[in-house]
């Protein structure tokens, strides 16, 4: 079941905040893997300089960022995949990229995986996307799968929300430092 919350009104810096604490499940032909996410970013389209759809940027590689609220965008830096939710209305080219997970279900696929340990499994957004076995297949699917989905009806509680500057998002102007990165405080898988 989806939640009132997830709709294409709900402000992105929302739904990014709104998704701590949520599941992301990887259901493939090795097994399931499972982690509750616990920080992600918010990325505000056409006027955010560290958003791909800056100054309404289109290119082949950024349609799925385009198609509005509850579809995958995934990219590749540097080899590795990253996880975004689309938010918004299709054409806003918003978005909230998932930093970091703690691992529920499979998490010695997911450290076998990685060929790490501990908080290294998943505490970073390449990190998360190679220890669940994410590919890019999953580019402009739904958030409701099959094989990748956002799982809504479970939610890892936590005490307090912390928000933050954006993590790598160097010589952005005041986009550098705007306070757009939410995460669980004192959680130990987030991201350095």
């Given at each position: 079941m989806i939640p009132d919350w997830f709709n294409r009104d709900t402000p992105t810096t929302e739904l990014a905040q709104n998704l701590i604490g949520c599941l992301l499940v990887h259901e493939s032909d090795e097994g399931?893997?499972?982690g509750w996410i616990?920080?992600?970013e918010a990325y505000l389209g056409f006027e955010d300089q560290a958003s791909h759809s800056y100054q309404r940027k289109q290119t082949p590689?950024?349609?799925a960022l385009y198609q509005g609220l509850g579809v995958f965008y995934l990219y590749q830096?540097?080899?590795h995949i990253l996880i975004n939710v689309v938010s918004g209305y299709p054409g806003q080219g918003t978005g909230v990229m998932i930093r970091a997970l703690e691992p529920y279900q499979g998490r010695d696929l997911m450290a076998q995986r990685r060929g790490k340990s501990g908080i290294?499994?998943?505490?970073g957004p390449?990190?998360?996307s190679q220890a669940l076995g994410i590919n890019m297949s999953y580019y402009g699917q739904s958030v409701q799968g099959p094989g990748l989905r956002i799982d809504f009806s479970q939610r890892l509680s936590y005490a307090k929300l912390g928000v933050g500057p954006r993590?790598?998002?160097p010589n952005k102007g005041e986009w550098t430092h705007k306070p757009l990165r939410y995460y669980i405080e004192g959680h130990p898988y987030l991201s350095k």
């Open positions: 399931r893997c499972s616990v920080e992600t590689r950024l349609s830096m540097r080899g290294l499994i998943s505490n390449a990190k998360l993590i790598g998002i």
